[in-house]
């Protein structure tokens, strides 16, 4: 069965359920069908051809996933297009890129330069109104049709081009092509007590707070498939997140290891959270002391994964493993997955690492790379098959001939009282070449640091070449829309 087939059967279901919720308001898999073939007609009057990439403005919005479904069912390539990056980014993307049609919603399109970007590609605009009951979908003026190009080729067999997060440098695209995301769907897909049989309607919706530009595309698309409602909100807060686990009861959810903290910052009560079985979390290193106090006090199992946009999931915890090794491998971001292979080596000689030993980590995916990809992360693999990632390799600081890991200091300084979050960077220095510099997030309520009483607590806990020579403060640190640190605007508070 094709995507686009089983988005048909979802949507014929049940129209008059809710599939949909966003702001305070619920929409139908009828009107949510609607718009979608709204979309499709739209676009089919521009003039763009068969299976062209066509560029998807994606917001946290209702109208960003009406017409995601409306790009599936019409079995256009998915461009994403990350409507939160820096304008001058965002619009050199367009311009390179070259999509014949670009589809956004009504703050997309008001953005600075974006309608004038999108004509000098030759771009069709699609701008989308949708909230309650006022709909609309309309060319954007001066928009109405391709232009004369050159574009983006055709791409039949793909599905989305995915977009990483830009966090250490500019965005990459990803092609996932129809027969790897149909795999990861059928994976993803999580069944209930009810499901035998035919195909039905879930009760339980898929709560969604990570950007759709994101991770979150694939979260919504994972919920289409499985017919289950989505929960969707434009930024995360723990009040919301709370309030909508209250409400619906979800036994699985997913929050990036900065929510998690959040969540067990604002003290919630234990019986709010006694629905869920399961928290799945990933993208960032997960604190294995506050997974820890997490699991005691809500005895709610977090299960880590580690993946990438150019290659999809690699390791992963299940509920087994957790039963069996909770305490032993806290730390880890799991066992490898169905059709990936991974393995560690040595930086210098490329030659396997089989002793547990730290090395850079390669991985392998059946169907969609052949050959060993290297990655920029550091880690090893334990007798057991359990990954650790240690570090990134670019990010590794080297002071004076020693090699520092920003992760271990980080660890290590999160432990302070006063510190909510930190990131550690390399700073150019004459004598020694790097120099670690810490940036620190404080807790909030809590007064800045005694930054000689902080490095104390550094040197008490790290050996003396880790411990760093400066503390930056901040009541926030700089983050992507997928709540990852932008280490480029960190490295500038760094120098500052």
């Known amino acids: 069965m094709q995507l686009a087939d089983r988005l048909c059967e979802v949507f014929s279901l049940d129209p008059k359920a809710w599939a ?24 089919g009057k521009t003039g763009c051809q068969e299976h062209d990439v066509v560029g998807w403005a994606a917001q946290n919005s209702p109208s960003a996933v009406a017409s995601l479904a409306a790009l599936v069912l019409s079995e256009h390539c998915i461009g994403i297009i990350n409507p939160h990056m820096a304008a001058k980014i965002l619009t050199d993307e367009l311009l390179t890129q070259r999509f014949p049609v670009i589809v956004g919603d009504q703050r997309f ?59 250490t440098g500019p965005p990459k695209r990803s092609a996932q092509t129809l027969k790897s995301l149909m795999n990861a769907l059928a994976l993803g897909e999580r069944k209930e007590a009810a499901d035998k049989g035919p195909l ?36 995360f807060t723990a009040e919301a997140a709370i309030d909508a686990i209250r409400r619906h009861r979800p036994k699985v959810v997913s929050f990036v290891p900065t929510m998690i903290k ?15 079985i399961a928290m799945r979390t990933g993208t960032a290193p997960l604190d294995p002391d506050l997974q820890a106090r997490f699991e005691a006090k809500y005895g709610i199992p977090i299960l880590v994964d580690y993946g990438a946009t150019e290659f999809g999931g690699i390791a992963a915890w299940t509920l087994a493993d957790h039963k069996q090794y909770a305490a032993q491998k806290r730390g880890s971001v ?4 169905a059709g990936a292979h991974m393995r560690v080596v040595d930086p210098e000689t490329r030659e396997e690492i089989t002793d547990g030993r730290t090395g ?83 807790r909030p309520g809590h007064a800045v640091p005694d930054e000689a009483r902080l490095k104390a607590f550094a040197r008490d806990h790290l050996t003396p070449y880790q411990v760093p020579v400066a503390f930056k403060f901040t009541e926030k640190l700089p983050r992507s829309p997928s709540m990852k640190i932008i280490r480029s605007e960190v490295l500038k508070m760094a120098q500052g």
């Open 360 to 442: 850079i980590l390669e991985v392998k995916v059946e169907r969609r790379m052949d050959d060993w990809i290297p990655t920029t992360d550091l880690a090893s693999i334990d007798a057991d098959g359990f990954l650790y990632i240690r570090g990134r390799a670019d990010d590794a600081i080297v002071r004076g001939g020693f090699k520092v890991l920003p992760e271990e200091i980080n660890k290590v300084l999160r432990k302070h009282p006063d510190v909510f979050d930190v990131a550690v960077v390399g700073v150019a220095d004459e004598r020694l070449g790097q120099v670690p510099v810490a940036v620190i997030e404080i």
């Open 262 to 276: 959040m969540i067990w910052d604002a003290q919630v009560p234990v019986e709010d959270l006694s629905s869920v």
């Open 109 to 167: 399109w008001t953005l600075p330069g974006i309608a004038a970007a999108a004509k000098e590609a030759g771009s069709a605009g699609i701008v989308l109104r949708w909230k309650g009951s006022t709909a609309a979908v309309a060319p954007y003026p001066g928009l109405e049709h391709v232009g004369a190009g050159p574009h983006r080729p055709p791409m039949p067999d793909v599905v989305l081009e995915r977009l990483s997060s830009g966090t």
């Open 334 to 337: 799991g066992r490898v997955v």
């Open 20 to 43: 949909l919720e966003f702001e305070g308001l619920q929409y139908s898999w009828g009107e949510l069908g609607d718009i979608a073939d709204a979309i499709i007609g739209a676009i």
């Open 200 to 235: 039905r309607l879930k009760r339980s919706p898929s709560i969604i707070f990570r950007s759709l530009a994101h991770a979150g595309s694939f979260a919504v698309l994972l919920a289409l498939y499985s017919a289950r409602p989505i929960s969707l909100f434009e930024k």
